[in-house]
């Protein structure tokens, strides 16, 4: 069982940046493949960046070029650097992790999530 703990969310006005974090922990988290999703109200949860252990990283097109997933291995943290914030990228953002789909943005393809943490930004 893997266990994800986000953080780094709040308020900011339209082109701030905030810094989120996912902690990873629990049984065999060292291996699994991770992805950031959002949810809007009254929409679907969308995925947003996702980071191959190789380095590789895939990102949604509403985000491209504002937007970077990056990993800490040695302290088993997944982050996403959001910068040029728009009152669109208000959202829950949660991370999520999966044993078997690397750099996949899909939401079915994911066992395993954490609580999110919100960014609401304002214009």
């Known amino acids: 069982q893997v266990q994800l703990m986000e953080s780094g969310g709040g308020s900011v006005q339209a082109g701030g940046s905030l810094r989120l974090s996912c902690v990873a922990s629990?049984?065999?988290?060292?291996?699994?493949?991770m992805t950031w999703f959002r949810q809007a109200p009254g929409k679907e949860r969308e995925g947003v960046a996702s980071?191959?252990?190789?380095?590789?990283?895939v990102y949604a097109d509403s985000v491209k070029g504002r937007f970077t997933i990056s990993k800490d291995n040695a302290k088993n943290t997944l982050h996403l650097q959001m910068n040029s914030l728009k009152p669109e990228d208000t959202a829950m953002y949660y991370c999520?992790?999966?044993?078997?789909?690397?750099?996949?943005?899909?939401?079915?393809?994911?066992?395993?999530w954490g609580h999110g943490t919100q960014v609401s930004v304002s214009s």
């Open positions: 999520a992790a999966s044993w078997f789909t690397p750099l996949s943005l899909q939401r079915q393809d994911f066992s395993y």
């Open positions: 980071i191959h252990s190789d380095g590789r990283t």
């Open positions: 629990g049984y065999g988290y060292r291996n699994v493949y």
